[in-house]
């Protein structure tokens, strides 16, 4: 192993956080390193909404525009639905505009309107995905995918990061500063004694304690099961299961979130039936991918 390398800053965690970290870093001109222990931007659903604030800082790197373009089609609305079964009554709506709905009306607003960007939805997969080509644009931004922060040493005048690569090769860095965007289960912040405070995750029934996040192809789903106006967010609710599907293309993928299903024990074909139960017809399901969520 030869000697650190040197960063100005390293940044541990190459998720949509560090990724726009590093962007905002680079528009002042000072490089960084990104070290993340996936070998590539997440191909999976995980967060959904875009916030005024957000949208605010895309704006002010110059990629608002890409990333409104990401995710439902512009005329698609963001309804959220309720119902007992999806081929049933549906029991509310919470209407809310489509992207380029909302896009119009802060084109007719006043100048002095408090929302220039308001909130997107995109899956945090599609715009994850964005932001790291788009680091890969920017030259004082070094990306390093496929590397574990395995250790972190502080000392008066710099901070030196032991990294492990995928073939199990060490390799230290020295940075002056180091960034912990690595997420709610942080090696930063577990290495620094820094604790979250309160409760870890909600005690409700509904899409509480440990929950079950799957991607989900469903081919006929607009077109046999939901014939009326489209929504972003489809919830089910009824006396054996309670669930949510939100639409991530506005055509056969979708996002599901169900307290109904044992997140360590379920597979592809019970999430299926969970699914088919919801819809209340024997739709087609392809279960792209599953995995244990902790809501909160």
Known sequence: MNGPTRTPVAIVGGGPVGLMLALLLDRHGVPCTVFDTAEAPHRTPRGNTHNARTMEHYRRLGIATPIRALG????HPT???YFTR????ELSRLPLPSRNTRMR?????PATDQTPEPVHRANQM???RFLAEHVRTRPRITLRL???VTGLRQEADRVTLRTEDSAGRVHDVAASYAVGCDGGRSFVRRTLGVHYEGPGSLGQEVLGRRATAAHLRLPTFHRDVMTGT??????AFNSALAMNLIALNGEDEFFLLTSSADPDRTGPGPLADLVRRAAG????????????WTPG
């Open 72 to 75: 439902l089609p512009g005329e």
């Open 79 to 81: 309804d959220i639905a």
């Open 86 to 89: 999806y081929n049933g009554h």
């Open 105 to 109: 009306r802060t084109g007719r607003a």
């Open 126 to 128: 599609y715009v994850e």
């Open 146 to 148: 496929g590397r574990t």
């Open 230 to 235: 489209r929504a972003w967010s489809y919830w």
């Open 281 to 292: 017809t024997p739709l087609p399901v392809e279960v792209l991918d599953h995995r244990p």
